[in-house]
Nanobody, 117 residues
Framework: QVQLVESGGGLVQAGGSLRLSCAASGSTFIINVMGWYRQAPGKQRELVANIVTRGTPNFADSVKGRFTISRDYAKNTVTLQMNSLKPEDTAVYYC???????????WGQGTQVTVSS
């Protein structure tokens, strides 16, 4: 089993920044993919960004150039730095960890990000 504990999120004005962190514990696989998804009201959950173990980051087009993602392999954490936030970034953000073959997925409890205009 894997446990994902998220921190960060909150309310910020447009143009501001927030940082989300997620710590994983348990049997997290030797090679895995960690990242963040988000779900706005009335919309499907969508990928924001993720990184394969020791790989390069992958971003949704809507956040490229504004968000960065990093992993601390010693601490088994993933951090999403969100800059130049827009009202359309408002959503519940979920930490995700999956195996490389996408057969097993784990989710955090979700954290709310609200960007006011």
């Amino acid at each position: 089993q894997v446990q994902l504990v998220e921190s960060g999120g909150g309310l910020v004005q447009a143009g501001g920044s927030l940082r989300l962190s997620c710590a994983a514990s348990g049997s997290t696989f030797i090679i895995n993919v960690m990242g963040w998804y988000r779900q706005a009201p009335g919309k499907q959950r969508e990928l924001v960004a993720n990184i394969v173990t020791r790989g390069t980051p992958n971003f949704a087009d809507s956040v490229k150039g504004r968000f960065t993602i990093s992993r601390d392999y010693a601490k088994n954490t993933v951090t999403l730095q969100m800059n130049s936030l827009k009202p359309e970034d408002t959503a519940v953000y979920y930490c995700n960890l999956r195996d490389f073959n996408n057969k097993v997925n784990y989710w955090g409890q979700g954290t709310q990000v609200t960007v006011s205009s």
